[in-house]
């Protein structure tokens, strides 16, 4: 598991810098191969909830390829992916989820969260106000439900919660990006923390128990 972990800081780093320094084929090969590198830390899949996970990483990478290109059409595939993705993230989740008094704090910070985005993001997202609802509301719930497992079966689960919530980051950085103004060094957030947080939550994918 190491070799992946090590592996995706150097690929990863590399596409930063191509996101950074506008050196498009580094954007182009790295970005789809760090997530790529995904599948090695995960491993073979033997439960239902890493088989759910592995379905969640493909669906990024067709999400990551789409959002290589800047046009409308593209961005709404890679949205419909990733939308994807955070559905199968939510059904894994929700399979080994334990519920508790502490799911209703944080599911009423992330929707006050989600909220203020939307409402940041409104004008700027104008015509694309539906799917960007709906791709709230969906992130949204695989960060409460990455939550829920937190002392259920998972050994690793915290990894899967704090995962999810740098995902929510990453795509909250991608959202103001885009909708509402420019973020200096925005790649470190769209790029680092995104894959940070899928680290997470395929370390413990790969922790889980046949």
């Not at 990455?146 to 919660?161: D, I, K, R, S, Y």
């Amino acid at each position: 598991m190491r070799l992946p972990v090590l592996a995706m800081w150097v690929t990863s780093t590399l596409a930063i810098v191509g996101a950074e320094r506008r050196i498009r084929w580094l954007e182009v090969v790295f970005k789809p191969v760090t997530t790529l590198l995904l599948f090695a830390v995960i491993g073979v899949p033997h439960t239902t909830f890493a088989r759910l996970v592995t379905a969640g990483v493909a669906l990024s990478v067709v999400g990551d390829v789409a959002l290589l290109s800047d046009t409308n059409r593209a961005f709404m595939v890679g949205l419909a992916a990733f939308l994807l993705a955070h559905a199968a993230y939510v059904i894994a989740f929700v399979c080994v989820a334990v519920w508790s008094p502490h799911i209703v704090a944080v599911a009423l910070v992330m929707l006050v969260s989600s909220v203020v985005l939307l409402r940041l993001t409104w004008e700027g997202a104008a015509g694309m106000h539906g799917p960007t609802i709906a791709y709230g509301a969906v992130i949204t719930t695989m960060v409460v439900s990455a939550f829920a497992t937190v002392g259920g079966p998972l050994p690793m689960a915290p990894f899967a919660a704090v995962g999810a919530v740098l995902f929510y980051v990453s795509d909250s950085s991608l959202a103001i990006n885009k909708f509402r103004r420019p973020i200096p060094h925005v790649a470190l957030l769209a790029f680092g923390v995104y894959w940070l947080g899928q680290l997470g939550i395929a370390l413990t994918a790969a922790s889980s128990a046949p």
